[in-house]
């Protein structure tokens, strides 16, 4: 396989009025250069699979005192991925005949969280974090979806710390 792109990344390392943050984005033209498989999914010129040509993300934090609130969203492109159904293709112009395959698109994504926490103690803290807030529904490989909307909380005790 080749791949060919580019990465970018943006970070606030210091906090700025208690606020930290970062940011990512990636550009990667992938595709099968040769192979010894007869699978279609491996020919010469596939992209690979699972392999989104966009992805990135954004996170932030703002710690005031004892408490902390923090932001993340994943993005992640459309990505060609093995369905198992083998699927017939549509013909056209460029290739007449039709094919079974199992190549299909699995859609982009965002996926967005929220997290509070607060220290109690130097040993002990409570925390409320939400994932995939909006309830996106997504499948990372097809045929698994991944996780809906989910709330968890707790504490966060360490033991042996130093105070």
């Given amino acids: ?64 005192g004892r408490a902390s609130l923090s932001f993340n969203a994943r993005l992640v492109g459309q990505r060609h991925d093995n369905s198992f159904l083998s699927l017939r293709t549509v013909p056209t112009a460029a290739r007449p005949a039709t094919l079974t395959t199992d190549i299909t698109v699995n859609p982009g994504y965002a996926v967005i969280g929220l997290g509070f926490d607060l220290r109690l103690h130097p040993a002990v803290a409570l925390f409320v974090r939400a994932d995939n807030l909006a ?24 033991f042996g710390a130093r105070r």
Avoid at 135 to 158: C, F, I, K, T, W
């Fill in 1 to 64: 396989s080749q791949a060919n792109g580019w990465e970018a990344e943006f970070s606030l390392q210091r906090p700025i009025a208690g606020m930290t943050a970062a940011a990512s984005y990636a550009f990667v033209d992938h595709q099968v250069v040769t192979n010894i498989s007869t699978s279609q999914q491996f020919q010469p010129g596939q992209p690979l699979l699972r392999r989104p040509k966009h992805s990135g993300g954004v996170r932030a934090s703002w710690v005031h």
């Fill in 135 to 158: 309830d996106e529904v997504y499948e990372n490989a097809l045929g698994y979806r991944a996780l809906p909307r989910a709330l968890v909380a707790g504490a966060r005790v360490q």
